[in-house]
Structures are given as C-alpha cells and as structure tokens.
C-alpha cells in the first residue's frame, strides 16, 4: 500500500466535493488507481479522455505510482 | 519568463513593450475575448480554473519550442484565470519575427497549443441560469463546425 494525494481540477473537483485529498492504495499504475477511484466517485468523463500528472509533471495513464507521490486528475484542457 | 496566469485585468500595453527589438520586422498578437454567447446560448460568466504550478511548466515549454521552432525574436503569452465576464480579455499572445510569415504561424500555433495543452478550465454560465463545464472534447452534434470553432477563444 502507498499513500498519494489526488488533486482534481474543474469538474473532477466538483464531482469529487474536493480539490484535494490523500488515499491509501494498492495501485501500482495511475490507471489502476483512477479505477480504484471510480469505484466510489462518478467520474463524468471517459477515462481516455483524462489528462494525468505526477509531481507536476505530466505523465501516460500507465505511469507507475510510488508512496508520497501527488497525483493530478484532469478533465480536457479548455483554456483559451 | 515567456507564460504566466494573472487573476487581475491582463495589460496588453505591458507585454508588448518589452517585446520591440529592432531586428524584428513583425508583429502578430492574438486576444481572446469572452463571447456573451456558446453554442447558441447567452453567456452571462466565464470562470477560469487551472492548476497553476503545472500550466506555468507547461505554457513555458511550448512558448520555448515555438520560439525557437520558428526563430522568432520574441514570444509571451499570458491567460486571465477568475472569473470573467463578456468582453473580458481571457488570453493574450504575442509574436515577433523578422519577417511576417513566422510572426503569424507562430502566434497561431502558440494560440492552439496553449488551448490543448495547458491545463486551464472553463466554466461558463448562461443567462438561462445554468451552468457548463466547457469540453473541447465533447461532441456538439447539432452543430458541423469542428471543436476549433465551436469551443471559446
């Protein structure tokens, strides 16, 4: 088990009622972890289309998850 | 630094400034404005959210590779995050290069990386009093336009 903070953005956080919060998990991948997830939060958007980040930097669905890691959820960028 | 957020009005006059140098012989700037309408609905409100620490990495990197992609003089981009209403000035680029060609593709390309990359959110809300959290992804198929004309700025 690692322990991780999940950051979620735009409506992510809405759904999710937080921006912020730290989860204890057996994932070892972002996409295991985002599955965990998706057993208790309704995520609105199809998996393909989220955006990842680890550490501030952006990462593939299949990026490898360590304890003390912060993990950012993020729906289609929409600036402009 | 060639990207930043700002939560206060953005200052056209202040970015360009520092961008005149004698070896450039143009100039191409783009300013995203917020529309009163979207796809057909009035819109009252647009909030910008985004996760600033990784969009600063993010819109620094792509202004980089476009600067040096198209051998520009000068490029900066900064986007307005808060909330914004019709009329506001939501994104603003800047190009310049010794010919004119280079100052418009670059200002362009900055313009859509900037769009499908960095991540910024937007939430608009409408004069019906409900709200959308806008997705560039999503298909609009009552309209034939692709995703570039039918999203914001």
Same mark, same amino acid.
């Given at each position: 088990?690692?322990?991780?903070?999940?950051?979620?953005?735009?409506?992510?956080?809405? *759904?999710?009622?937080?921006?912020?919060?730290?989860?204890?998990?057996?994932?070892?991948?972002? @996409? *295991?972890?985002?599955?965990?997830? @998706?057993?208790?939060?309704?995520?609105?958007?199809?998996?393909?289309?989220?955006?990842?980040?680890?550490?501030?930097?952006?990462?593939? @669905?299949?990026?490898?998850?360590?304890?003390? *890691?912060?993990?950012?959820?993020?729906?289609?960028?929409?600036?402009? | 630094? !060639?990207?930043? !957020? #700002? $939560?206060?009005? /953005?200052?056209?006059? &202040?970015?360009?400034? %520092?961008?005149?140098?004698?070896?450039?012989?143009?100039?191409?700037?783009?300013?995203?404005?917020?529309?009163?309408?979207?796809?057909?609905?009035?819109?009252?409100?647009?909030?910008? $959210?985004?996760?600033?620490?990784?969009?600063?990495?993010?819109?620094?990197?792509?202004?980089?590779?476009? &600067?040096?992609?198209?051998?520009? #003089?000068?490029?900066?981009?900064?986007?307005?995050?808060?909330?914004?209403?019709?009329?506001?000035?939501?994104?603003?680029?800047?190009?310049?290069?010794?010919?004119?060609?280079?100052?418009?593709?670059?200002?362009?390309?900055?313009?859509? $990386? /900037?769009?499908?990359?960095? %991540?910024?959110?937007?939430?608009?809300?409408?004069?019906?009093?409900?709200?959308?959290?806008?997705?560039? #992804?999503?298909?609009?198929?009552?309209?034939?336009?692709?995703?570039?004309?039918?999203?914001?700025?």
């Amino acid at each position: 088990m690692s322990q991780v903070t999940i950051l979620y953005f735009g409506r992510l956080r809405e *759904d999710a009622g937080t921006h912020q919060e730290e989860v204890n998990t057996a994932a070892s991948t972002i @996409a *295991d972890l985002i599955r965990e997830r @998706a057993q208790t939060l309704d995520f609105p958007y199809k998996i393909q289309s989220l955006r990842f980040a680890r550490n501030e930097a952006l990462c593939p @669905a299949d990026e490898s998850i360590h304890n003390g *890691d912060t993990i950012a959820f993020m729906p289609p960028m929409a600036g402009g | 630094m !060639l990207f930043s !957020l #700002t $939560e206060k009005p /953005i200052r056209p006059d &202040l970015l360009r400034s %520092p961008m005149l140098n004698q070896e450039a012989g143009g100039f191409c700037v783009f300013e995203g404005w917020v529309r009163n309408h979207h796809l057909g609905r009035g819109v009252t409100r647009l909030d910008y $959210e985004a996760y600033q620490a990784l969009a600063l990495k993010v819109g620094e990197k792509i202004l980089h590779e476009i &600067l040096d992609q198209h051998s520009l #003089t000068g490029i900066r981009a900064e986007h307005r995050i808060g909330s914004l209403v019709p009329g506001d000035l939501a994104i603003w680029v800047g190009a310049c290069a010794p010919h004119r060609d280079k100052a418009f593709e670059a200002c362009r390309h900055a313009v859509d $990386e /900037i769009k499908a990359h960095v %991540p910024i959110w937007k939430h608009e809300f409408y004069t019906d009093g409900s709200d959308e959290w806008v997705d560039p #992804t999503a298909c609009h198929c009552a309209h034939s336009h692709s995703s570039k004309t039918t999203e914001g700025a």
